[in-house]
Structures are given as structure tokens and as C-alpha cells.
């Protein structure tokens, strides 16, 4: 009887937050038309006192730092498509040693954010950022997501990074249909396997070859399978993407005339679920989307707590839903099997400010606390407006930074469980606490880019936690 009672007792005093990590795993990332400018990565912690961590660039140096609550730590990567966060189009489908591996003496959050599209009055008109899984990364099945790109643009490319944490490792990407070409220049006759060994990565790219077709090659990377029998990370979306139909003519080239950055980090098939609540941005219908990657054969979707299936995926399939089937700013949506769920969403109603990020399913060990999100405005140097979306169970009460949040929550169509609160017109270092558990997404914007992702919502295996930060979680059986 003692030794299950000491097992209790052990489980009960470790913390249980899959961002909130001592370790990130940040596999490279790849541009489009050499569209990529200056490279972030932000890191912070609840820690009132200081927390050292490394940065390890993967075949390079080490860099070392410290972060406190008051003050997150921001490291410029460097400019252009061939840093050590960025694979030039050169070197993908080969294996590299680009990427990062964060290392904490204690739980931190870590997370992408970069400038894009420089224009001839010196600012930005795209941006794109990721917030890193941790350790909740880590998996061995993944199902990959892109915005559409309906248009044949050869500017529109979609991708995929991998990054291996153990020698030896086999990865095989399949399900990409016959006849798909790759950025490299192959054209999939089957399934695609590379080796690597620990912290080595490797990109899959499609862009949109104008080739006069109406189908896009870039969007039949959505759904492919990407398996490994050792402990991998992956990102992936587009860099130059769009889910617009929208054209126009600029400087005599015709084509799609809006277009952004959307790509996160994601987890394995088990780390995802049933149930999803999404919260629409300020986008026109046509690119406000989510976008829904089935796992298993005959898995039914229900939209708003319809009884009567919306669709029904087989393995590799999605589907995707507009702005239109959103009720009051929220989608609430259920399956019989784990789905991979992506939203694209707009920062303003133009068709070049867009973004996707991955969304967590809903999940009762999700914690009610993120402590904190750093500089929401920022990048770099460019400032943004932030935007901050909270998810809570209803009857919660919410703060914002330690102050009360007063206003009335948006019920969610389909689940009465919960409720949704978005505020506007955010900067600085933002702290969400709930009396039940939530889920914290944010996105940064002007008038033509946007970033963002969530910072809370993927469950993981536990990790100890040297100090005592304050943050507990829902209750599960």
C-alpha cells in the first residue's frame, strides 16, 4: 500500500505544461523569393528570479543567457534565407545542421517571430512567427498543413522541416500524391525516406509552378504523413501563402494579389484531439479558414454541435471551413477521431495580411495560467498591434496582466462549457490567468502582416520544475 501512495505523492508534485518547457526544439524554416528579412526568437518565464539557459545552434555555437518574468529575452538570428534558422532553396531535400535546441535550468517559453516582404519605403509587408511545443513536440506521427494556395503562382510555397533528436533516425513522408514536384525538383513517385542523426533536419518544399493547371501542387503537401521510429519535431505551412482566389495586376505581372506567412510548430497524432474551439480573426470570409487533417478512415467532423455529420475524412484527407461558418467570432467543432486542426486568419480585411498557426484541441490538463507572452507587438524592432484571444471554461474568472477582465464573454455555439474573451490593442508583456483552465492565442498585426500562435493547449509528459512558479491545472481523471 505505501508504494502506490509514494507514486501519488511524486505525480501530484511535478508541473504538467506542454509549452512551458526546459527544453524547445526549433527545426529551420524556408522562404519563398527570398521574401524572409530579420529572424527573433523570444524567450520568457514566470521566474521572478533569473534562469539560465543555451541556445544551441546546430553544428555551430552556443549561446548563453538569463530570463526573469520582467525581463524576456529577445536574440536576433540574423537577416536573409540562409541563416541558421532558414534553409536556402538550394539545400532542401538534403540533410542539414540548421535549426535550434533551447536548454533551460527551468520551465521557459520559446518562440519565432520574423519580418518579411521589405518594401520601397522601408517597411514590412509580411510577418510570420511560431511558438515552439517543447517538449510536447516530440512525437513519431505527424499530419502536415498549409494554407491552399488555389492560385498556380510559382511565389506560393509550402513546406515541411524536420528535426532529429536521436542518431539513426528514420523518417518516411508519405501520402503526397503521384505526380507532386518538389521545390528541388523531384517528382514524388512514392514515399519519401531520409535518415538523420540527433539535431540534423531536413526540409520538403512545394512551390506553385505555374504551369498553366488549375490545380496547386503547393497545397498537395496537406495531409501528408510524416512517420519516424525515433523522437522527432516538426514545422510547417507556407511562406508566401494564401487562401484568396483574389487576383490583380502589379507591376505588370498578374497573380494572386494577396499573399503572407502562416507556419507553426505541431505535435504527433496523439497530443491531438476530438473537440476544438476556434476563434475567427478580422479577415474576409474567403481567408479566414480552418482547416481540419483526419488521421484515421471514417472520422465524422460536427460543426456548432450539430448531430448531423458535416464530413466525413478518411486517412490524409481534409477539409476546410470559411469565415461564413463561424457563429458569433467562434467555430466549435467535434470528431470521432483525433484530427490535426490548422486556422488561417486575417489581421485586417486585405487579402496580404494572413496568417496560420496549429490549434490545440481541448484538453482538461490544459493549465490556467500563461505567464508570460513577450513584447505581443514586436518584432524586432517593428511594432505591431497585438491581439489576445482567451478560451476559459464559463463561470472562470479571467485577469489580464493582474487585472480582472470585466467585460462579457462571447458563449460558445455547441459547447456551453466554455466561453471566449478577445482583446485588442495590446503591447508589452502579457499574462493570462484563469481560475479554470485556458487557452491563450495571440496575434500581432498591421496593415499588411501578421503573426501569432498559441501559448497554451498541448499536453505532454511532466517535467520538473526547479522553483516554485505558481500554475496549476484543470482537474483530470
Given at each position: 500500500?505505501?508504494?502506490?501512495?509514494?507514486?501519488?505523492?511524486?505525480?501530484?508534485?511535478?508541473?504538467?505544461?506542454?509549452?512551458?518547457?526546459?527544453?524547445?526544439?526549433?527545426?529551420?524554416?524556408?522562404?519563398?523569393?527570398?521574401?524572409?528579412?530579420?529572424?527573433?526568437?523570444?524567450?520568457?518565464?514566470?521566474?521572478?528570479?533569473?534562469?539560465?539557459?543555451?541556445?544551441?545552434?546546430?553544428?555551430?555555437?552556443?549561446?548563453?543567457?538569463?530570463?526573469?518574468?520582467?525581463?524576456?529575452?529577445?536574440?536576433?538570428?540574423?537577416?536573409?534565407?540562409?541563416?541558421?534558422?532558414?534553409?536556402?532553396?538550394?539545400?532542401?531535400?538534403?540533410?542539414?545542421?540548421?535549426?535550434?535546441?533551447?536548454?533551460?535550468?527551468?520551465?521557459?517559453?520559446?518562440?519565432?517571430?520574423?519580418?518579411?516582404?521589405?518594401?520601397?519605403?522601408?517597411?514590412?509587408?509580411?510577418?510570420?512567427?511560431?511558438?515552439?511545443?517543447?517538449?510536447?513536440?516530440?512525437?513519431?506521427?505527424?499530419?502536415?498543413?498549409?494554407?491552399?494556395?488555389?492560385?498556380?503562382?510559382?511565389?506560393?510555397?509550402?513546406?515541411a522541416s524536420i528535426l532529429a533528436t536521436e542518431n539513426g533516425t528514420k523518417v518516411v513522408i508519405s501520402n503526397l500524391q503521384n505526380g507532386t514536384k518538389l521545390l528541388n525538383g523531384t517528382t514524388i513517385s512514392g514515399p519519401i525516406?531520409?535518415?538523420?542523426?540527433?539535431?540534423?533536419?531536413?526540409?520538403?518544399?512545394?512551390?506553385?509552378?505555374?504551369?498553366?493547371?488549375?490545380?496547386?501542387?503547393?497545397?498537395?503537401?496537406?495531409?501528408?504523413?510524416?512517420?519516424?521510429?525515433?523522437?522527432?519535431?516538426?514545422?510547417?505551412?507556407?511562406?508566401?501563402?494564401?487562401?484568396?482566389?483574389?487576383?490583380?495586376?502589379?507591376?505588370?505581372?498578374?497573380?494572386?494579389?494577396?499573399?503572407?506567412?502562416?507556419?507553426?510548430?505541431?505535435?504527433?497524432?496523439?497530443?491531438?484531439?476530438?473537440?476544438?474551439?476556434?476563434?475567427?480573426?478580422?479577415?474576409?470570409?474567403?481567408?479566414?479558414?480552418?482547416?481540419?487533417?483526419?488521421?484515421?478512415?471514417?472520422?465524422?467532423?460536427?460543426?456548432?454541435?450539430?448531430?448531423?455529420?458535416?464530413?466525413?475524412?478518411?486517412?490524409?484527407?481534409?477539409?476546410?471551413?470559411?469565415?461564413?461558418?463561424?457563429?458569433?467570432?467562434?467555430?466549435?467543432?467535434?470528431?470521432?477521431?483525433?484530427?490535426?486542426?490548422?486556422?488561417?486568419?486575417?489581421?485586417?480585411?486585405?487579402?496580404?495580411?494572413?496568417?496560420?498557426?496549429?490549434?490545440?484541441?481541448?484538453?482538461?490538463?490544459?493549465?490556467?495560467?500563461?505567464?508570460?507572452?513577450?513584447?505581443?507587438?514586436?518584432?524586432?524592432?517593428?511594432?505591431?498591434?497585438?491581439?489576445?484571444n482567451i478560451v476559459t471554461e464559463s463561470g472562470a474568472s479571467v485577469s489580464l496582466n493582474n487585472v480582472p477582465i470585466t467585460s462579457s464573454p462571447i458563449n460558445i455555439t455547441g459547447n456551453p462549457n466554455f466561453v471566449r474573451y478577445?482583446?485588442?490593442?495590446?503591447?508589452?508583456?502579457?499574462?493570462?490567468?484563469?481560475?479554470?483552465?485556458?487557452?491563450?492565442?495571440?496575434?500581432?498585426?498591421?496593415?499588411?502582416?501578421?503573426?501569432?500562435?498559441?501559448?497554451?493547449?498541448?499536453?505532454?509528459?511532466?517535467?520538473?520544475?526547479?522553483?516554485?512558479?505558481?500554475?496549476?491545472?484543470?482537474?483530470?481523471?
Amino acid at each position: 500500500m505505501k508504494k502506490p501512495l509514494f507514486l501519488i505523492v511524486i505525480f501530484f508534485s511535478i508541473n504538467c505544461f506542454g509549452q512551458f518547457s526546459k527544453t524547445h526544439y526549433i527545426p529551420p524554416l524556408i522562404s519563398a523569393f527570398g521574401l524572409v528579412e530579420d529572424q527573433y526568437l523570444y524567450i520568457s518565464t514566470p521566474s521572478l528570479v533569473d534562469v539560465n539557459f543555451k541556445i544551441i545552434a546546430n553544428g555551430e555555437n552556443v549561446i548563453f543567457g538569463t530570463v526573469n518574468s520582467a525581463n524576456p529575452y529577445q536574440y536576433n538570428i540574423g537577416t536573409g534565407n540562409d541563416t541558421q534558422l532558414f534553409t536556402p532553396e538550394s539545400i532542401t531535400g538534403i540533410v542539414a545542421n540548421k535549426g535550434y535546441i533551447i536548454e533551460a535550468e527551468d520551465l521557459i517559453y520559446a518562440s519565432i517571430r520574423i519580418n518579411g516582404g521589405a518594401n520601397n519605403i522601408g517597411g514590412y509587408n509580411h510577418a510570420g512567427g511560431l511558438v515552439s511545443k517543447g517538449n510536447s513536440a516530440l512525437g513519431n506521427t505527424f499530419r502536415l498543413g498549409a494554407m491552399l494556395n488555389p492560385l498556380p503562382d510559382p511565389t506560393l510555397l509550402n513546406f515541411a522541416s524536420i528535426l532529429a533528436t536521436e542518431n539513426g533516425t528514420k523518417v518516411v513522408i508519405s501520402n503526397l500524391q503521384n505526380g507532386t514536384k518538389l521545390l528541388n525538383g523531384t517528382t514524388i513517385s512514392g514515399p519519401i525516406t531520409v535518415t538523420l542523426n540527433k539535431n540534423e533536419s531536413y526540409v520538403l518544399a512545394l512551390e506553385n509552378y505555374n504551369d498553366g493547371k488549375s490545380t496547386s501542387n503547393s497545397s498537395k503537401i496537406i495531409g501528408a504523413l510524416v512517420s519516424s521510429d525515433k523522437a522527432i519535431v516538426v514545422n510547417c505551412g507556407s511562406f508566401g501563402g494564401s487562401n484568396s482566389t483574389e487576383i490583380g495586376t502589379q507591376n505588370g505581372v498578374t497573380g494572386p494579389i494577396g499573399r503572407d506567412l502562416g507556419f507553426d510548430q505541431i505535435v504527433s497524432v496523439e497530443k491531438t484531439g476530438k473537440e476544438y474551439i476556434f476563434v475567427r480573426g478580422v479577415g474576409g470570409d474567403e481567408f479566414e479558414r480552418v482547416l481540419l487533417v483526419a488521421h484515421s478512415n471514417q472520422t465524422q467532423i460536427f460543426l456548432n454541435g450539430s448531430t448531423v455529420p458535416y464530413k466525413t475524412l478518411n486517412s490524409g484527407e481534409y477539409s476546410t471551413l470559411d469565415g461564413s461558418q463561424f457563429i458569433n467570432g467562434n467555430m466549435y467543432i467535434t470528431a470521432t477521431q483525433n484530427l490535426f486542426a490548422y486556422q488561417s486568419i486575417g489581421g485586417s480585411d486585405n487579402p496580404a495580411n494572413q496568417n496560420m498557426f496549429f490549434v490545440p484541441p481541448i484538453n482538461c490538463s490544459t493549465p490556467n495560467t500563461v505567464d508570460n507572452i513577450p513584447q505581443i507587438q514586436a518584432i524586432g524592432n517593428t511594432t505591431l498591434m497585438g491581439v489576445l484571444n482567451i478560451v476559459t471554461e464559463s463561470g472562470a474568472s479571467v485577469s489580464l496582466n493582474n487585472v480582472p477582465i470585466t467585460s462579457s464573454p462571447i458563449n460558445i455555439t455547441g459547447n456551453p462549457n466554455f466561453v471566449r474573451y478577445t482583446v485588442p490593442n495590446l503591447f508589452g508583456n502579457i499574462t493570462v490567468k484563469s481560475s479554470k483552465q485556458v487557452y491563450v492565442s495571440y496575434y500581432g498585426t498591421n496593415g499588411a502582416a501578421t503573426y501569432g500562435g498559441y501559448y497554451s493547449g498541448f499536453d505532454l509528459k511532466p517535467e520538473i520544475a526547479y522553483s516554485k512558479i505558481a500554475l496549476t491545472s484543470s482537474a483530470c481523471i
